[in-house]
């Protein structure tokens, strides 16, 4: 079964910065909801930012992606981890800040 992480922020937030505020994020948002039973599932698991949120900082996406890197690898994202923002733009740009 797919599982979907819909992430949460302070009411009227519109942006997204800092390492520290992305690794946090990460951890208090999606690692524990990656059980080991959803990593050894073939299923996808897609990542919701709000619709409220416009912008995300590479500094945020650096802090946040590295934690999810370090919990699910490269490969684990390729085949299995989709983002969902506000527009395809801004999804776009998650992915190639990743690389």
Do not use: C
Not at 44 to 56: A, G, L
């Amino acid at each position: 079964m797919a599982k979907t992480i819909n992430l949460s922020f302070a009411p009227n937030t519109y942006g997204l910065a800092g390492v520290s505020k992305g690794k946090e994020t990460f951890k208090t948002q999606v690692e524990p909801l990656i059980t080991p039973e959803v990593l050894n599932s073939p299923d996808p698991i897609t990542i919701q930012f709000p619709d409220s949120i416009v912008i995300i900082g590479i500094s945020f996406w650096d802090g946040f992606s590295e934690e999810l890197i370090n919990k699910v690898g490269y490969d684990g994202i390729a085949k299995r981890v989709h983002f969902g923002t506000s527009s395809d733009r801004l999804t776009q740009e998650l992915y190639d800040y990743m690389i």
